[in-house]
């Protein structure tokens, strides 16, 4: 039997194909808009964009390659409570369509963080805010493109460069051409290809391990199958607590974004904006479902088999295991490689084009705005355009760059852009919920916050990582046949382009981003240090918001005046203005107009 791992040309040709469909959506919507050539057509769609593509677009968004390697690599080391994550994810939409939609959508604003300028009317306060935001989505797009171009370049010897600069040059350059629509639609297109290739592997995968029963009892044995962990202790990797409301302020923090601003703004009315999010909760959800799965068979499937590649030295990073499940398990499957790599491609270049898209409408929006007013409407949105591109570039940079982290992509992911986008969200409920909060308790909440925010975090890469592993499979049957054996090797040491690279060279690189150390919570170290990463946004939100209300209650008497009702909530209006009940729902132009 033929045990290769290499790629063979089906493979990519499918890849291809999935390339070159997304490109030409862009292409497509560029031709089609090019009359049209405006901003608010170009960032929010003209505002008449339908509820199912924009859900299936925030959707894939937000399910980058990260959770197609991450989760199930979780689930691999600590067990059925990594899973729960999604959870966070569907109570974040709720937060967003209960919340953020009907206070966000009367406003029609081009950038989300123009709200803060409103409200605490201050242009420094929406310029914190806004670098922040900036900053993580840099950082969490960096990850989205590094992540699975590591585990490709180890699995099936794919050089880093190559994924890195496709992924982030097609988006970039679809992105630049065809606007928001050409996102959103590539958007459902590559969200089709993602659940589907997902829904192959779990229905093939169960299949090679002997069904449903067989996977649900070697998971269950293996001490893998307990959704039990309710310790409140905060340095508990994963509990409910932890894994629910700590991880949805953490989502909060990424769903309720720019991207998701110009999705709410450009649609036909705030109905569908709600029934947009609200379809995101199920879909989240289910999505969990299948990585749940996913996760259990990867697991299984090396325990059916006795053999741990990681213990054995078949591959020298867990990250690894997931790819190595699909390549190894599922050879049999035609065109297996190619379709792995679409998912991996599209689930990541979901990511980068709203996030791209996104950082040239901030950079329009919160900073050129001013200068742009002068110009003609159409060099305005060429403007955009090459803001957009340069974007792409940067994030591939970012993403070269962020290589040299350490720790599972996950954890580098919540890790590293939780503070900031905590501190964003602590400003955003402290406006909206205290009528009577300023400018100078956001800037001093925020300020305090993303000090101790990233005092945590560097303390928690210096003390190093504190979870307790869960047992390994067995590796007794790892060389006992000549296939595996020829597997193994196959596997360590590919072949692209007549240049042989060794696995323990393409592997160097994705090693630093996984360095799992089986300690335990109770040893010795500061206690803020082993907080868990699930809980960072909330502590730096928490702490925002809290300062802010002290010194907003400090400095009640220079910045006495209390905002208007339709910045606030409208759940707790009547609670601060009982005596109203109607709030006007549009502003007035001298309010929208940029403020000094």
């Known amino acids: 039997m033929d045990t290769s791992v290499s790629l063979q040309a089906i493979d990519y040709i499918v890849l291809a194909v999935i390339l070159l469909v997304s490109l030409g959506i862009g292409v497509l919507f560029a031709v089609k808009d090019f009359k049209n050539a405006t901003r608010i057509e170009y960032l929010l769609g003209g505002r008449r964009m339908f509820m199912l593509p924009v859900a299936l677009s925030i959707f894939a968004t937000f399910t980058s390659g990260i959770s197609l390697i991450g989760i199930p690599t979780d689930f691999y080391l600590y067990g059925a409570m990594a899973n729960l994550i999604n959870v966070g994810m569907a109570m974040s939409c709720l937060y967003v369509m209960l919340l953020f939609v009907p206070l966000l959508y009367p406003l029609h604003l081009m950038s989300l963080y123009e709200y803060l300028h409103l409200r605490f009317e201050s242009r420094a306060v929406r310029l914190l805010a806004v670098v922040l935001a900036m900053l993580q989505t840099i950082g969490y797009m ?50 089709l290809v993602t659940l589907g290739g997902v829904l192959t592997i779990i229905i093939k995968g169960f299949s090679v391990v002997g ?19 309710m310790s409140f202790d905060p340095r508990v990797k994963f509990t409910w607590w932890g894994t629910t409301f700590g991880f949805s302020i953490y989502w909060f923090s990424t769903i309720c974004s720019q991207s998701s601003l110009q999705r709410i703004s450009g649609m036909r009315s705030m109905t569908a904006a709600k029934q947009a999010f609200l379809m995101n909760s199920v879909l989240f959800i289910v999505y969990g479902a299948m990585l749940t799965a996913m996760s259990w068979v990867t697991f299984a499937y090396f325990v059916h088999i006795r053999c741990d590649p990681f213990e054995a030295a078949i591959v020298s990073n867990k990250n690894q295991l997931p790819p190595y499940f699909v390549m190894r398990a599922l050879r049999d499957v035609p065109a297996i490689g190619g379709i792995y790599m679409a998912m991996i491609f599209s689930s990541s270049l979901s990511t980068v084009s709203s996030g791209i898209n996104a950082l040239a409408a901030n950079t329009v929006e919160d900073f050129l705005k001013r200068r742009l007013h002068k110009l003609q409407e159409s060099t305005a949105t060429l403007i955009t ?25 996950t954890q580098i992911m919540i890790s590293n852009t939780g503070g900031w986008g905590g501190v964003v969200v602590g400003m955003f409920l402290l406006g909206a919920l205290i009528p009577w909060a300023n ?31 869960l047992p390994s499979p067995p590796t007794d049957m790892c060389f006992q046949n000549r296939s595996l054996t020829e597997f193994a090797t196959n596997f360590s040491s590919q072949s692209y382009s007549g ?9 160097r690189q994705l090693s630093n981003l996984t360095s799992y150390q089986e300690k335990s919570p109770s040893d010795d170290g500061f206690f803020m240090y082993d907080i868990s990463h699930l809980w960072f946004s909330a502590i730096s939100s928490t702490i925002t918001f809290v300062v802010g209300i002290a010194v907003s209650y400090c400095t009640r008497k220079y910045c006495a005046s209390v905002t208007d009702q339709k910045y606030l909530f409208v759940a707790i209006r009547k609670l601060w203005f009982p005596e109203k009940t109607n709030v006007t729902q549009e502003l007035n132009s001298d309010e929208m107009a940029v403020m000094i």
């Not at 880093?160 to 992105?175: D, H, Q």
């Not at 996977?215 to 893998?224: A, D, L, M, S």
């Not at 803001?387 to 760059?401: C, N, P, Q, S, T």
Request: aromatic fraction near 10%; hydrophobic fraction near 50%; glycine fraction near 12%.
């Open 385 to 409: 355009k090459v803001l957009v591109f340069l974007y792409g570039i940067l994030i591939i940079v970012f993403a070269y760059g962020a290589n040299s982290l350490q720790g599972s992509v």
């Open 439 to 469: 400018k100078y308790g956001a800037i001093s909440g925020a300020v305090l916050a993303l000090i101790v925010s990233m005092w945590i975090t560097l303390g928690s890469y210096i003390s190093g990582p504190k979870s307790i592993v």
């Open 499 to 507: 240049t042989t690279t060794t696995f323990s060279s393409q592997t």
């Open 211 to 229: 069904g449903g029963h067989a996977v649900f009892k070697i998971v269950q044995e293996n001490g893998r199958a307990s959704f039990t962990e």
């Open 142 to 191: 960096s990850v989205t493109l590094l992540s699975p171009a590591l585990a490709m370049q180890a699995s099936v010897g794919l050089p880093l460069w190559l994924s890195i600069g496709v992924i982030g040059l097609i988006g970039a350059l679809y992105t630049a051409i065809g606007g928001i629509k050409s996102v959103v639609w590539t958007d459902v297109f590559q969200c």
